[in-house]
């Protein structure tokens, strides 16, 4: 199985999330190393950045809860092959699908917290809900800006219809961040026109057993 990489996102541990399009399979799908998540010593190795070309060998069925369900993929480590680096068409016919909205690409069931100055604050999804817990939506660039609240990155993305704060987790965004803070971050979102902008659920945790947060997971 050939997998786009798409995303890139910091886990806790100096561990990260990776997932991407598959082509073969004409899905989202998030490929775990002997089902857990890449290890950065296994990331430097096979070059795992948005836009890698990578191929792996699906081992045994995930056994996790909806929504993660639907893209958790557990794969042999050692099968992973990178075949290219450098995919550039993010937008187009030819780049992995994305959704007209936000509550679209994840099938209605997006929830929140509360809402400020017309922005939905704590963004989640109820675990065990059948639908994705990645998708995309492709926004014209000034519908996308960085902040810092409280010591974090976040960032406001507008997708027509609604307005969403949300946590970023993006790899290229923090390092930028945490090495130059917010224009260095700001500095690393793309320069183009439009962008497609990828979003995606955490998985619960103790103090949120029922939600899984949303997140920025990167910016094309």
């Not at 541990?13 to 997932?19: F, K, L, M, R």
């Not at 010593?41 to 369900?69: D, E, M, T």
């Not at 000034?142 to 609604?162: M, N, T, Y």
């Amino acid at each position: 199985m050939e997998v786009l990489i798409t995303d890139v996102t910091v886990m806790h541990g100096g561990n990260y999330c990776v997932a991407g399009w598959s082509a073969d399979v004409t899905r989202i799908i998030r490929p775990l190393p002997s089902g857990h998540h890449w290890s950065e010593a296994l990331v430097a190795k096979h070059n795992i950045v948005p836009g890698s070309l990578i191929r792996v060998q699906p081992s045994v069925k995930p056994n996790c809860a909806f929504p993660h369900k639907t893209e958790d993929t557990p794969i042999d480590p050692e099968t992973i092959q990178l075949v290219t680096v450098g995919f550039k068409n993010w937008t187009g016919a030819a780049a992995p699908p994305t959704s007209s909205t936000i509550m679209e690409g994840f099938s209605g069931n997006v929830l929140w917290n509360s809402v400020w100055d017309n922005v939905r604050q704590g963004v989640y999804v109820l675990e065990g809900k059948q639908c994705a817990s990645l998708a995309a939506i492709m926004v014209d660039r000034p519908r996308i800006s960085l902040r810092e609240d409280f010591g974090k990155l976040k960032a406001v993305v507008s997708d027509g219809q609604d307005q969403y704060k949300l946590t970023v987790s993006s790899r290229v965004l923090r390092e930028a961040w945490e090495q130059g803070g917010l224009a260095a971050a700001e500095a690393a979102l793309p320069t183009r026109a439009q962008l497609h902008v990828r979003v995606g659920l955490a998985r619960t945790y103790q103090d949120e057993p029922t939600k899984c947060y949303m997140m920025l997971n990167g910016a094309l």
